[in-house]
């Protein structure tokens, strides 16, 4: 997967923040909404970058209520020329319940046919209670992305692939237990669009699976006859999760509870 993401970099380089990134308007699989139909049956949190607002949001992986929790600050080129362009941020669950937000930094090389390094960049942890934010002294913070938070195989031994075929077009996700194999999602991009899904794995408790592909997140429920919905667009992760990591990040936890 991260042998992946590396090869996409040409096209999705800083996918979750790079400005003058555009996504194109790419006809996409379509699947039920779980904003517009949520599925209270779906326990845990998802923490998501949104491209528009340039806000860290969580959403109920049942599809609402879904809040604001911190919004990125503004810089520009000025800023890019001395440390250089950001790419993320990278969300990661701390144990303690606080959110990692992570940026990396990517300054261009003379060599044109491998991707720039990534460099240490700036993390803030943030209280998802109180909203409170500490920032860490750069010298702590990460120098490279946190690769742990992708786990294709559940406490049961239930593991999860990604397969795609370039002459047909065809992507699929398969499921393999102790019983065998069984797909949980297989789509065809609409003509010459090759439709490939990002980052997909297990939420901590194994129950359910998050998945991305061009601007969504998609929560997969591997229960038999498996379904496949969106839980939220914009969210800037792309086909390969971006050379950062994904853009958003999953706890078992619900975080956000509708109001009484």
């Known amino acids: 997967m991260i042998v992946g993401a590396l090869a996409l970099f040409v096209v999705v380089v800083g996918v979750g923040f ?105 993390q803030k942890l943030i209280d998802i209670r109180t909203g409170a934010v500490e920032d860490v002294p750069t010298t702590a913070a990460p120098e490279s992305p946190n690769q742990s938070t992708q786990p294709t195989v559940n406490a049961r031994g239930e593991q999860l692939r990604t397969n795609f075929d370039a002459a047909t077009g065809k992507a699929e996700v398969t499921l393999t237990t102790q019983s065998g194999t069984r797909t949980l999602l297989s789509v065809h991009g609409p003509g010459e669009y090759s439709y490939q899904f990002g980052p997909v794995f297990w939420e901590p408790n194994g129950k359910w699976i998050a998945a991305t592909d061009d601007g969504r997140i998609l929560i997969i429920d591997p229960r038999d006859p498996a379904t496949t919905r969106v839980l939220v667009t914009g969210t800037g992760g792309g086909a390969g999760g971006g050379t950062a990591g994904p853009t958003f990040a999953v706890t078992s936890a619900n975080v956000v509870t509708p109001s009484p």
Do not use: I, N
């Open 18 to 122: 790079v400005v003058g990134h555009v996504r194109e308007a790419r006809p996409l699989p379509t699947f039920p909404s779980l904003a517009e139909h949520p599925d209270p049956s779906l326990h845990g949190t998802v923490a998501y970058y949104a491209d528009e607002t340039r806000c860290v949001r969580l959403v109920a992986a049942a599809g609402t209520p879904s809040r604001d929790l911190w919004c990125l600050p503004p810089e520009g080129p000025s800023t890019w020329e001395t440390t250089g362009k950001p790419v993320g941020p990278q969300l990661v669950w701390r144990r303690d319940g606080r959110l990692e937000v992570t940026m990396f930094r990517m300054k261009p090389t003379k060599d044109t046919k491998s991707a720039p390094p990534l460099t240490r960049g700036w």
